[in-house]
């Protein structure tokens, strides 16, 4: 499966001298690809206007911006506000959603699997080996688990779902974190890489006995067997939009500088615990500011128009509140 999807409205037209005034570049996390690209088929109707965005991973997403051969770039691993100091850039969250882990499990339906944060950071130490493992099995004393070996696979790409996944491994088990702790690309103990959530939905379908985790639209998209997950209460939960959204409540954007707020772990009964929000990033002061202007406009219709598509797709809209105070930040500090 090819890892960089692209979406292409902007390109189809780009001949066109007047759709070419509106095109709009982004580049980055594969996260959220899938509402990126419904949003940009539905501007595209409603306006004429695309977008050409490549879904690439957000270290890639990242490098771009910087190197200002995009107009904005996309991170699901925020970057802390002295970084964005630096680079003269803008960030803000643009929706939410959830990492998941997803299996290959002959017999297994979609939710029947219960693991646990510590039980996933052994699985992917690589000191659980096997499916029928004594801790997997105490955690699933109804499901007859077959005695084969654990392909993981993990991203081999720089990637924001990394960084949320790897921070919940480590906020969950403690050797994950002396060994190989959190960020973007880590030093794997084990497991089989591929690029993007595209790659570990398709490598995990693939795959038997395999593991992986993908953000849950992939999963759906795929029809992926997930995993349902054991909560900082103690509490089962299945990946669900409330599961989200009760993660997503306790996050407290106005105080937190540059948006950079990690939602993974919450506290919560109904939390599930691997939430992530997904970041844009822009130059204050872009080279081309009609671009700027452009991709302004289309994330502004997206907050505004983009909430019910974004809830199809078990993404978790912005805030009206959260809304605002972008607005704000958009009109502070983006030179048009």
């Not at 790897?166 to 906020?171: E, F, V």
């Not at 999963?219 to 989200?244: C, D, H, R, S, W």
Request: charge should be neutral; avoid cysteine.
């Amino acid at each position: 499966m090819n890892f960089l999807r692209t979406i292409v409205a902007a390109g189809l037209v780009a001949a066109s001298a007047s759709a070419f005034a509106a095109d709009i570049t982004g580049a980055g996390a594969t996260f959220p690809f899938p509402i990126y690209s419904k949003w940009a088929d539905a501007y595209k109707k409603e306006t004429g206007n695309g977008l050409n965005y490549q879904s690439i991973g957000s270290g890639a997403g990242i490098k771009q911006i910087q190197a200002k051969t995009v107009t904005f770039g996309a991170t699901d691993a925020p970057l802390k506000h002295e970084t964005l100091e630096k680079d003269g850039l803008v960030q803000w969250p643009m929706v939410m959603g959830a990492i998941v882990p997803v299996v290959n499990l002959e017999g297994i339906k979609p939710g029947e699997l219960v693991l646990s944060g510590e039980v996933l950071g052994d699985i992917y130490l690589g000191k659980i080996k096997k499916w029928d493992d004594a801790a997997i099995a105490k955690l699933n004393p109804k499901l007859k688990l077959p005695a084969d070996a654990i392909t993981v696979v993990r991203r081999s790409d720089g990637s924001g779902t990394t960084f949320n996944f790897t921070d919940y491994l480590s906020k969950s088990n403690a050797e994950w974190k002396a060994k190989a702790g959190s960020g973007t690309a880590v030093e794997w103990p084990t497991g089989v890489g591929a690029k993007g959530n595209e790659g570990v939905a398709g490598n995990v379908g693939q795959t038997k006995n395999a593991i992986g985790y993908v953000e849950y639209a992939y999963a759906k998209q795929n029809k992926l067997t997930y995993a349902a997950m054991i909560n900082k209460a103690g509490k089962t939960v299945q990946p669900t939009i409330e599961a989200f959204q009760a993660a997503a409540s306790n996050a407290d954007w106005a105080k937190a500088p540059g948006y950079y707020v990690i939602l993974t772990d919450q506290p919560g009964e109904a939390s599930w615990p691997i939430t992530a929000a997904t970041f844009i990033l822009m130059h204050k002061d872009a080279t081309d500011k009609a671009a700027s202007q452009e991709a302004i406009k289309f994330f502004k219709w997206s907050f505004e128009k983009g909430a019910k598509m974004a809830e199809e797709l078990d993404y978790i809209p912005m805030p009206e509140s959260v809304v605002k105070l972008i607005e704000k930040t958009w009109t502070a500090e983006i030179k048009s």
